[in-house]
């Protein structure tokens, strides 16, 4: 079934290169052995650094991470153009097409973003070499890499989403705009609950930053416990500030309007560092087996860059899962109406609200959530339970209160953010997104993120410790 807004273009044709088709076979040869040639040398450049300490460097990092960008950003053109000219045909769907743009300009961005950062690790090398290891830390590298990647992500999805607007313009798309009726409180309350939030999400984003910083200064927590609880509490931070900020505006200034390129935007990096949270969480659920299970194999198996590998992993499949959701929604159109029942852009009440066909896209739900939520629930509770069955084979009261104390506040926050999530996105609802489902998204957008830095690491001996020793810095340096 078609959309409602008739797309006038379904597939483009590509020319190719101006070259005359009895040389099409020599050409392809030529270009199969450079694209080959380009990912078989990049491969094996991250197998070296990969399988050589001397190589776990600063520069060397960047030049993995490099080397895959390359791999990437050839990835996106040669294939197709090699399959055009071997089959000699010059088609590619409009999703193809949308899809290869969106690539196309992220590894051109994560590119220039990676040279830049090796550009400025050779600067200091050679400029500071007596503090280049203290500032080339590990920290600050993976954030090099980190905000190369969202940079770049953002980038590409702008020109993509605008590009997707154009189709939709020229199709009469009738909404420019969404109207956000918020929470279902009355308007004598939205002071007070205003008030409310705005202390909810200020306490947020300081006990998170508070949680980043004690790590990043305290040598004592540089272990990969506390390698994914630092990027679960960025990740928390970008979470609320997701929807929060707009929420108490909407509600300070009385208004309910949001932009159609915002409320994309909003679904996107929403999904995004949904998807990112639920990936760190099972990437310490992980970390937590192997240091009960496996106690004598912890430093081994939980190497640097087993950690590294990880949060990577984590960011770019978080990264693809929100990419295809946010494509195929702004594939729709919104003739119905524009009034959403919610606090902001949630996808499900968005596909509820659109007159299109939405088959395709409660299909990708169905698949991507099952990828993203449901496979990483179920690796925590395997985790878990071999846990379980490790204490209980050598029971001791002693073993028992240290497993709790380490593993007990992480499963109860992963029971309250996994429980909103499947309760709200897998259990069946009317068609109208009702006030049970908005107070259940305001539960695990806002309330979860800010008692992560409680429950995580001021219950913690260790962060306590750190604690005191920063605060007693402090007050010795005044």
Not at 179 to 195: H, V
Not at 252 to 274: D, E, K, M, N, P
Not at 364 to 388: A, E, Q, R
Request: include cysteine; charge should be neutral; aromatic fraction near 12%.
């Amino acid at each position: 079934m078609k959309s409602d807004n008739v797309s006038t273009v379904s597939e483009f044709i590509l020319l190719g290169l101006p070259i005359w088709p009895e040389d099409q076979g020599m050409y392809s040869v030529l270009f199969l052995a450079v694209y080959l040639t380009t990912v078989l040398g990049n491969l094996l450049i991250i197998l070296l650094i990969r399988l050589d300490s001397h190589l776990h460097t600063p520069m060397y990092f960047f030049l993995s991470h490099l080397a895959f960008t390359d791999i990437s950003f050839s990835s996106v053109t040669a294939p197709k153009m090699l399959m055009n000219m071997l089959t000699h045909t010059q088609s590619i769907s409009y999703a193809g097409c949308i899809s290869q743009v969106y690539f196309f300009l992220f590894f051109a961005d994560l590119d220039s973003f990676l040279l830049t950062s090796m550009a400025y690790d050779r600067y200091m090398a050679i400029c500071h070499p007596l503090h280049y290891t203290r500032i080339m830390s590990q920290n600050l590298c993976v954030l090099l890499v980190a905000v190369s990647w969202v940079l770049s992500s953002a980038n590409a999805l702008v020109h993509t989403l605008l590009l997707e607007k154009m189709r939709n313009t020229r199709n009469q798309s009738s909404t420019s705009e969404f109207i956000l009726l918020g929470l279902p409180i009355r308007p004598e309350d939205q002071g007070l609950y205003s008030a409310l939030f705005l202390v909810t999400y200020l306490t947020t984003v300081l006990g998170n930053l508070l949680i980043i910083l004690l790590i990043r200064l305290d040598s004592h927590l540089h272990t990969p416990m506390y390698f994914f609880l630092s990027h679960l509490a960025f990740t928390d931070i970008s979470f609320s500030s997701v929807t929060a900020p707009k929420m108490l505006m909407n509600m300070l200034t009385h208004s309910q309007s949001i932009s159609y390129a915002g409320c994309i935007s909003q679904v996107y990096f929403f999904l995004f560092f949904a998807d990112l949270d639920s990936f760190l969480l099972t990437s310490m659920a992980y970390d937590r087996y192997v240091a009960i299970c496996h106690p004598l194999h912890y430093t081994r198996i939980m190497s640097q860059s087993v950690c590294i590998l990880l949060v990577i992993a984590s960011w770019f499949l978080s990264f693809a899962g929100a990419l295809v959701h946010t494509v195929l929604l702004a594939r729709l159109s919104f003739f119905r109406g524009n009034t959403l029942h919610h606090f902001f852009c949630d996808l499900s009440a968005l596909i509820k609200l659109s007159s299109s066909d939405t088959s395709i896209n409660e299909l990708v739900i169905l698949i991507v959530g099952s990828l993203v939520i449901t496979v990483p629930f179920i690796c925590i509770l395997v985790s878990y339970g071999h846990i379980g069955a490790t204490i209980l084979r050598t029971p001791s009261i002693k073993g028992i209160c240290k497993a709790l104390s380490t593993c007990g506040s992480h499963l109860s926050v992963v029971s309250l953010y996994y429980g909103a999530i499947i309760g709200l996105y897998f259990v069946p609802s009317s068609n109208n997104t009702n006030d049970k489902d908005v107070i259940v998204a305001v539960l695990y957008t806002m309330v979860t993120p800010m008692l992560n830095p409680f429950i995580y690491s001021l219950r913690n001996r260790d962060m306590k410790g750190a604690l005191w020793n920063m605060l007693a810095k402090a007050t010795f340096s005044m």
